[in-house]
């Protein structure tokens, strides 16, 4: 039960830093190590998912209503409660995964300012280290979270305009770039290049996630959603490209922190641990926002009875404490079951992991969209948005979308015995009273 008290609530500045944080959090740091044997896929990439990312947050900005209930209630609206589950079980699976990798960008970060940190056991104990202390702040309420949010975008852009800066640098002075990798443009390359450049992108629908606490959702939202993307979706594409322009594809695989090394090559080691340290608090900012969707996503489910009822309890600021302990202690157990892998292996798995929870969201998020009726020129949008995800779903390959697959079913299970113990316990209420 919730414990009466002062409720919070958001408004358009602290849910557009959400989104902003949600997304540049979301493991840009690192994905250059990923996408650098990709060549010429990879800025092919970014368009696509670029694209298809402003096509599904379209989509989800169509579904928003006046009560603000958060996606559970949208989807459920348009599709039954069934698929409202789905959706969230989907999302708050995709937040958890993203805070792993999140801590472990941030960790990875750290590494290139203390050496010793940087292998696997190490990096996996500060990225639980930074889970707890980020945990702590989202137990004071929306507020703290969004607040945090607010204060750390700024830092978190300031690496990748770097970046970029260095190769503008670079070619007035007429300096020569590095050549991209010699991998062929083709069909499947591409799809796994939309695949881990989307990764990066994703974030944006946790402006849906809040339940009852954004003042006018139907405005609020959709604004957050757009402009948040769209700011998001044009930083990535300049900057990612320009750390493959400035490292060569041996020295990007080989990087802890290709943000970090690609400043060194122009501005040395001082501009490295710069860099290095806003990346690190860029990550715990993203794990901020992940875990703000996390804890939201399963008070929802709780208080529907989907998961168990004590998800649903809150404290005195409307805070779901036990869903955020929750989402925390998933987050440690996957990053400690991942440690016989290498930073660049976990967080490539993890990242896969993340995108496909995240397309079912993005699926059924349109397909309620649909069912709104919109405009013809609506409907064209929605359409691209699920034709892209169903190409999403393809670049993930087999192991991830079947992982994705095993979570929701157990997801699915875990709800049906929720459901019957508290049919079992209302049964037995009503039996006791009546005798």
């Not at 190590?33 to 990312?53: Q, Y």
């Not at 999140?102 to 940087?118: E, F, N």
């Not at 990096?123 to 309420?141: D, E, F, P, S, Y």
């Amino acid at each position: 039960m919730s414990v009466a008290g002062e409720k919070q609530s958001i408004g358009l500045v602290m849910t557009s830093a959400i989104v902003v944080g949600t997304v540049i959090g979301s493991g840009i740091f690192l994905l250059p190590v990923s996408l650098a044997p990709l060549g010429a896929n990879a800025p092919i990439g970014w368009v696509i998912s670029g694209f298809g990312a402003l096509c599904v947050a379209f989509a989800l900005s169509r579904i928003v209503r006046p009560e603000g209930g958060g996606l559970q209630s949208y989807i459920e609206a348009e599709l039954g409660a069934t698929a409202g589950f789905m959706v969230t079980f989907a999302l708050w699976m995709s937040s958890w995964a993203a805070m792993a990798s999140t801590a472990v960008a941030a960790a990875a970060a750290l590494s290139r300012i203390v050496p010793k940190l940087g292998d696997p056991w190490s990096v996996a104990m500060v990225a639980i280290a930074t889970t707890l202390v980020v945990t702590a702040v989202n137990l004071r309420g929306v507020r703290a979270a969004g607040g945090f949010a607010l204060v750390t975008v700024a830092i978190r852009i300031l690496p990748l305009l770097a970046v970029i800066a260095v190769v503008l640098l670079r070619q007035a002075r007429h300096e020569p770039i590095a050549a991209l990798a010699p991998a062929p443009v083709t069909t499947d390359n591409i799809a796994t290049a939309v695949t881990l450049t989307l990764f990066a992108i994703i974030g944006f629908e946790t402006g849906t996630a809040p339940v009852g606490k954004v003042r006018n959702p139907t405005r609020t939202i959709p604004l957050a959603l757009m402009a948040g993307t769209t700011f998001c979706v044009l930083l990535y594409l300049f900057s990612s490209t320009s750390v493959s322009m400035i490292l060569s594809p041996e020295a990007t695989v080989k990087s802890l922190a290709p943000y970090a090394d690609a400043l060194k090559a122009n501005w040395g080691e001082s501009a490295v641990l710069l860099a290095a340290v806003g990346i690190a608090i860029a990550a715990v900012g993203g794990l901020n926002s992940n875990l703000l969707c996390g804890g939201e996503s399963g008070y929802s489910m709780a208080l529907r009875g989907d998961l168990p009822s004590t998800l649903a309890r809150t404290s005195r600021t409307n805070t779901p404490v036990v869903s955020l302990l929750l989402a925390a202690a998933l987050t440690v157990i996957l990053i400690l079951s991942n440690t016989s892998r290498s930073t660049g292996q976990l967080f490539i798995f993890v990242s896969m992991l993340t995108t496909t929870s995240t397309l079912f969201v993005y699926v059924f998020g349109a397909a309620a969209a649909w069912r709104r009726r919109p405009s013809t020129a609506a409907k064209l949008v929605i359409a691209l948005s699920i034709i892209f995800s169903l190409f999403a779903f393809y670049g993930a390959g087999l192991e991830a979308n079947l992982w994705g697959l095993a979570l929701l079913a157990v997801g699915l299970a875990i709800r049906w015995l929720c459901h019957r113990f508290n049919r079992s316990r209302a049964g037995s209420s009503l039996a006791a009273e009546a005798s």
